[in-house]
């Protein structure tokens, strides 16, 4: 119970931080290019935060637009939503670094919301397109995702959809890096950091829209 609480406080917290950092940004010259997110400006990207705040937290006033009223409010309604704060921190997260990107700013992914990222990836968000593209995830292979900065690992297996085994099955191929970057990765903001083994097991996981994994969200 204590480390539920911890981890919700957690979550609001890097919401909270990373949204406030992403608004600032954007705010600093509205017309900057987001090369990460192809087409959009940083107007656009502000305004979709708004707009992951109005669809995914519960109860969120529509006519709430100015950013710290709009992330204090978040964050409250947020407190005991579990899963929807998990969503949301992962997006804030992501799109922090998008923004960070554009205007030349180094910046990770918090490491347990990357984590949790990468578990809620393969679980939640790839299945999305999958059904959407009507292919499997694989035909059984075995890909092992390691964490370098942290304990994480996470076997996952390439069936009809994806599916984390608690054991450690043999692997096909091996992809390695921080948390940051394989969350990143996996939401088609990179290639993949450090990869050993079959890399066609990858390539055939390849959205074809161009972006490596990512739904396109």
Known sequence: MTRTIGL???????????????????????????????????TDLR?????????????????????TTAVDRAVALLSDAEQDARNVSQECAIHRWDASQAF????????????????????????????????????????????????G????????????????????VEVRGTASDLVLWLWGRMEPPHVSGDRSVLERMRNPAGRFLSPGF
């Open 47 to 67: 305004d979709h935060i708004l707009d992951t705040f109005r669809g995914a937290v519960p109860d969120f006033p529509d006519d709430v637009s100015e950013p």
């Open 153 to 172: 690992q996470w076997h996952v297996v390439l069936g009809e959809r994806a599916t984390l085994s608690d054991e450690s099955p043999s692997h096909a």
């Open 104 to 151: 030349g700013i180094d910046y990770a992914v918090d490491g347990e919301i990357a984590c949790e990222g990468l578990t809620d990836f393969f679980l939640l968000a790839w299945p999305m397109l999958l059904d959407y593209l009507k292919r499997p995830a694989g035909e059984g292979e075995v890909l092992l995702v390691t964490e370098v900065d942290g304990a």
């Open 8 to 42: 919700v406080i957690h979550r609001l917290s890097a919401l909270r931080r990373d949204a406030l950092a992403l608004f600032a940004l954007c705010d600093e010259d509205p017309r900057r290019k987001i090369p990460s997110c192809p087409g959009w400006s940083a």
